[in-house]
């Protein structure tokens, strides 16, 4: 029996050696494998870190760089065993690189940061720069990955634009100044010869020729000062900022400013409605009132009001019960210069101007005899996405 067991043992430890070698030789490719599988991710993400176009730096936190690729001696302009010597303090130049403390404080507190530098390459050229830092733990140790981007082209072109905003702001200011000095001038000239003209009729009076030719030369100078008006208005256009404007008071207000009384009865069903606008919108409404009463002939009503469309969008509505707009004129009433009665033909063409600044739109929709019918329509909301209009 001992025998038969020492054989059975025997046998049984034949049988197990073969196995223990086959798991062995598994567990060696098995690590074979994941070996070369790791020596190629090491690889690759070598190759990915030294292909990569912005400059990357690896430094503790005192600023030691530790490690760094390729884009980052080419750019700089240092070899590879002048780079290990350095400091990530040593790139900046002086006035950044005091900085250089307080900024990996906030670093090691917030754990990313994004700033802008000034990097010195070995030859004393400068490199404008943009860093994105983050802290990593490798293997227990605290360390900084920065993302080196050269922005230089970026501020020359920065550097550019603001070099040709600050000559159109000195052109707009000369210009802004000329406007007025040259509308302040002709009107003191008009104003002169407008008392010239009131001599003439009182001189005159009796000779129907001359009288015609005094009446064209004053209406003559009435349209300056109404081009004039009209050149002072649209330099200002869209100069103010946008706020919200009580539309029924404003059109009272536009009401107000008529010099005399304004043989028009007003139905204003607006002062629930606050619309973003600016200064200009009483004007606007001045100006469409102004033309109800030259051009309405017949006209003895005017109504404002407002409706909400299903679209979110709400429609303001200006209507006479005068002679209306021809088919053959809607098309050319907001263009620049036409008129229908010698006036300058700037006003409508100003309103058009006021509601493009305002994003809205308008149309002239009334039936030829039975009014003028101006369709104002306003998104709910404007291109930077604010609210163009509130109901109270």
């Known amino acids: 029996m001992i025998t ?55 430094h503790d936190t005192g600023g030691k760089i530790i490690n760094f690729n390729e884009t980052a001696c080419k750019k700089l302009g240092y070899s590879k065993e002048e780079m290990s010597k350095m400091k990530i303090s040593d790139l900046d130049v002086p006035d950044f690189a005091v900085q250089m403390e307080s900024r990996l404080k906030h670093l090691l507190e917030t754990g990313d940061s994004v700033f802008e530098s000034v990097h010195m390459r070995k030859d004393g050229t400068l490199l404008n720069v943009e860093v994105h830092a983050r802290i990593v733990d490798l293997e227990g140790k605290r360390l900084v990955v920065s993302v080196v981007r050269d922005v230089t082209e970026r501020k020359r072109a920065e550097e550019a634009l603001s070099q040709a905003m600050d000559k159109l702001v000195l052109v707009n200011e ?23 003209i009131h001599v003439l009729k009182k001189t005159h009076s009796d000779i129907p020729d001359i009288m015609a030719r005094l009446n064209t030369i004053e209406q003559g100078c009435k349209s300056i000062v109404e081009i004039l008006d009209f050149t002072k208005i649209y330099e200002e256009l869209g100069s ?40 200009f919108l009483k004007q606007l409404f001045y100006t469409m009132l102004d033309n109800s009463e030259k051009h309405g002939e017949h006209a003895t009503k005017i109504i404002i009001r407002y409706e909400k469309t299903d679209h979110d969008k709400l429609v303001l509505i200006y209507e006479d019960d005068g002679i209306g707009v021809s088919a053959d004129n809607k098309s050319k009433l907001f263009k620049e210069g036409f008129s229908t009665s010698g006036s300058t033909g700037y006003g409508l063409c100003l309103v058009k101007k006021t509601m493009d600044v305002y994003g809205w739109s308008i149309q002239e929709n009334g039936e030829p005899g039975k009014g003028a019918r101006f369709t104002i329509t306003i998104p709910y909301h404007n291109k930077k996405g604010k609210e163009n209009f509130q109901i109270k």
């Open 4 to 58: 038969l067991k020492s054989s059975k043992r025997g046998k049984s430890n034949r049988a197990k050696k073969p196995h223990s070698n086959s798991e062995d030789k598994h567990q060696d490719l098995a690590n074979s494998l994941e070996r070369k599988k790791a020596e190629e991710d090491t690889k690759m993400a070598a190759n990915i870190f030294d292909l990569a176009t912005d400059s990357i730096f690896v």
């Open 174 to 196: 000369k210009l802004d100044v000329m406007g007025r000095l040259t509308r302040h001038d002709i009107r003191n000239k008009l104003a002169g010869m407008g008392g010239c």
């Open 240 to 279: 103010k900022e946008l706020c919200f404007v009580d539309v029924g008071k404003t059109m009272d207000e536009a009401v107000a400013l008529f010099s005399g009384p304004l043989n028009l009865k007003i139905v204003n069903e607006c002062h629930d409605l606050n619309v973003l606008a600016d200064s």
